[in-house]
């Protein structure tokens, strides 16, 4: 696998405890104690916990992009990601893929713009912008999928409907199957969360664990809504009154 595990790196010292991001629960243990990963490694969790950062530091550590795009992707618009991919450090597999592709939903509109204005001459691509959002979010890891490497997608589901996740879990699936990819996912989605045979770490004020999917409370609160969204909304009406 192009990654096994991610831990602190301590040179030239601790990233300290008390600064963002550090002061996450999540970022602060696995600061602590490292993280072994697997082939298919998801994140799941709430707004504000955690995951996105986790994810970003290591697309950020392993050379890619900070909006996205594959390793040694120069796209940036406005930098806003922490200090965390300074502190961390990435244990590798000898003979490992050393390319890969990170792609997070709210910055893929810039970067398909990105990839227009600085075309690959040698390799025509699709023309993302003539898709719709989630058609060209599905057309580039057809376009990719055929390099071996790290896939780190970030949320990919606010792109996607329901056939749309359905279809980029087949996609992710048969490259991981294919003995040449490892994917690394956070989402908010019930149905990405259930990749199959992936290892899911819930994410929140307690830190990292590892959840089964029909254990999650992201499939728990979903469930219960479908069964009966009246409790939920005249819950919220109540409040409003």
Not at 71 to 97: N, V, W
Request: hydrophobic share 35%.
């Amino acid at each position: 696998m192009p990654i096994t595990r991610v831990e602190e790196f301590n040179d030239p010292g601790p990233m300290p405890r008390d600064v963002w991001p550090a002061t996450l629960s999540p970022v602060r243990q696995l600061l602590d104690e490292g993280l072994d990963l697997d082939p298919v490694t998801v994140f799941v969790g709430d707004n504000g916990v955690g995951k996105s950062t986790i994810v970003e530091a290591i697309a950020l550590q392993f050379g890619m992009g900070p909006e996205g795009g594959g390793t040694g992707s120069q796209h940036s618009t406005r930098p806003s990601e922490s200090m965390l991919c300074e502190h961390i450090r990435l244990r590798r597999e000898p003979g490992a893929p050393r390319g890969g592709f990170f792609m997070r939903a709210e910055t893929m509109h810039g970067f398909f713009t990105y990839l227009e204005e600085h075309p690959n001459r040698s390799r025509p691509e699709p023309r993302f912008h003539e898709r719709s959002h989630g058609e060209s979010f599905l057309d580039f890891v057809i376009d990719r999928a055929r390099w071996p490497g790290l896939w780190i997608l970030d949320e990919p589901e606010s792109a996607l409907s329901f056939s749309g996740c359905l279809a980029l879990i087949g996609l992710l699936q048969s490259i991981v199957d294919s003995g040449i990819g490892q994917v690394i996912l956070s989402t908010h989605s019930p149905v990405l969360a259930a990749f199959p045979g992936a290892t899911i770490h819930e994410v929140g004020e307690w830190g990292l664990r590892r959840t089964a999917w029909e254990d999650l409370d992201l499939v728990r609160h979903q469930r219960s809504f479908l069964e009966s969204p009246e409790r939920y909304l005249r819950h919220l009406t109540d409040e409003d009154d």
